[in-house]
T-cell receptor, first 113, second 113 residues
Framework: DGGITQSPKYLFRKEGQNVTLSCEQNLNHDAMYWYRQDPGQGLRLIYYSQIVNDFQKGDIAEGYSVSREKKESFPLTVTSAQKNPTAFYLC????????????FGDGTRLSIL | AQSVAQPEDQVNVAEGNPLTVKCTYSVSGNPYLFWYVQYPNRGLQFLLKYITGDNLVKGSYGFEAEFNKSQTSFHLKKPSALVSDSALYFCAVRGGNTGKLIFGQGTTLQVKP
């Protein structure tokens, strides 16, 4: 079945550590997105990529980095500069057509040790 | 600036009764509107969308939504609620031609037996 796979499901970060969240899709979608979800705040866009080797900052990009070397993969690194990283992280993808809905993975929950 | 508002943090309804989850939006140009549902520790699942055409849109699991241009609203409805409909619901509007979604803060639906 086609879909989006996020791993790991749970992740713990130590002080000063960078961690990388994986997002892989086999839907042949060009565009991919990373969101952060905090209770009562909805989803906020971190980074997005509309094509391989290109990506743009979203609304809350500080303390995060991404790469898009392959169409299928859009990993997110939470750096030590992100002082409040505890959240639920969601990856999504879609076709470039604005009429198409985004498809979501099942998320990674990141916590501080 | 484009925005989405979900005025109710929580909606409570008895099983078998009709339900409504409210959403209002602000967007320049034609609105592309979406509803998603999220179960605990899961990603978002697409329910339905309004792009153009009929103001009443039918979606998955018996849900429908009514688009009202004059009131800039896109309320989610279901004629008869099920306990299994209990979840977090998000309304979203697509901004511009990047495919980015702008989400409301979410409404928790609680259906009691």
């Amino acid at each position: 079945d086609g879909g989006i796979t996020q791993s790991p499901k749970y992740l713990f970060r130590k002080e000063g550590q960078n961690v990388t969240l994986s997002c892989e899709q086999n839907l042949n979608h060009d565009a991919m997105y990373w969101y952060r979800q905090d209770p009562g705040q909805g989803l906020r866009l971190i980074y997005y990529s509309q094509i391989v080797n290109d990506f743009q900052k979203g609304d809350i990009a500080e303390g995060y980095s991404v790469s898009r070397e392959k169409k299928e993969s859009f990993p997110l690194t939470v750096t030590s500069a992100q002082k409040n990283p505890t959240a639920f992280y969601l990856c999504a993808s879609t076709r470039p057509n604005v009429r198409q809905p985004q498809h979501f993975g099942d998320g990674t929950r990141l916590s501080i040790l | 600036a484009q925005s989405v508002a979900q005025p109710e943090d929580q909606v409570n309804v008895a099983e078998g009764n009709p339900l409504t989850v409210k959403c209002t939006y602000s967007v320049s140009g034609n609105p592309y509107l979406f509803w998603y549902v999220q179960y605990p520790n899961r990603g978002l699942q697409f329910l339905l969308k309004y792009i153009t055409g009929d103001n009443l849109v039918k979606g998955s699991y018996g849900f429908e939504a009514e688009f009202n241009k004059s009131q800039t609203s896109f309320h989610l409805k279901k004629p008869s609620a099920l306990v299994s409909d209990s979840a977090l619901y998000f309304c979203a509007v697509r901004g511009g031609n990047t495919g980015k979604l702008i989400f409301g803060q979410g409404t928790t639906l609680q259906v009691k037996p």
